[in-house]
T-cell receptor, first 109, second 115 residues
Framework: QKEVEQNSGPLSVPEGAIASLNCTYS??????FFWYRQYSGKSPELIMF????GDKEDGRFTAQLNKASQYVSLLIRDSQPSDSATYLC?????????FGAGTRLFVKA | NAGVMQNPRHLVRRRGQEARLRCSPM?????VYWYRQLPEEGLKFMVY????????ESGMPKERFSAEFPKEGPSILRIQQVVRGDSAAYFC?????????????FGPGTRLTVT
């Protein structure tokens, strides 16, 4: 059974801090990895995707991928209360994308 | 450029009725995925379709559920003889290609309530 595991949280950080969200995946054949943000009652919104080992930065967001450890992370710098949401990690191998259950992030003002 | 469109946004059905959920992918996208999400739970894959083809339906319940993506028109997820356990949010996502990075863009979802 291919799985994507995330800590369900909640992860609570003060405004302005760095939020670090982590994810592990079981399928070594996974080729690309995604982070989605989902506000309560809304649909998932794509934040970033990464497919090469290392870091990928986009504004306040940095995705990190370590294929040897089967580990993906998302760093959110200068966290804002509006970043409070559930963050879904997903791994794609072939044409199948597996989603984790999500980590709830709460940014305190 | 319009995003993924789903309708209706909210659907109420009595037990035993049929529910039809529609999804129009983003322009230029030929791959459609359906997911179900129960409250406080993750996304569960149901089915992956291309025009006129079901590519992977491994997440679909064997009975009462079916999906199609005709040559013309939206993709349809059909649930026959709905039961209370079918109450959930159903999301459609589309993707521009199959062999690329495979990023999916989600529609707003249909919230199905079975009374």
């Amino acid at each position: 059974q291919k799985e994507v595991e995330q800590n369900s949280g909640p992860l609570s950080v003060p405004e302005g801090a760095i939020a670090s969200l982590n994810c592990t995946y079981s399928d070594r054949g996974s080729q690309s990895f995604f982070w989605y943000r989902q506000y309560s009652g809304k649909s998932p919104e794509l934040i970033m995707f990464i497919y090469s080992n290392g870091d990928k930065e986009d504004g306040r967001f940095t995705a990190q991928l370590n294929k040897a450890s089967q580990y993906v992370s998302l760093l959110i710098r200068d966290s804002q209360p509006s970043d409070s949401a559930t963050y879904l990690c997903a791994a794609r191998g072939g044409f199948k994308t597996i989603f984790g259950a999500g980590t709830r992030l709460f940014v305190k003002a | 450029n319009a995003g993924v469109m789903q309708n209706p946004r909210h659907l109420v059905r009595r037990r035993g009725q049929e529910a039809r959920l529609r999804c129009s992918p983003m322009k230029g996208h030929s791959h459609v995925y359906w997911y179900r999400q129960l409250p406080e739970e993750g996304l569960k894959f149901m089915v992956y379709l291309q025009k006129e083809n079901i590519i992977d339906e491994s997440g679909m319940p064997k009975e009462r559920f079916s999906a199609e993506f005709p040559k013309e028109g939206p993709s349809i997820l059909r649930i026959q003889q709905v039961v209370r356990g079918d109450s959930a949010a159903y999301f459609c996502a589309s993707s521009p290609d199959r062999t690329g990075y495979g990023e999916q863009y989600f529609g707003p979802g249909t919230r199905l309530t079975v009374t």
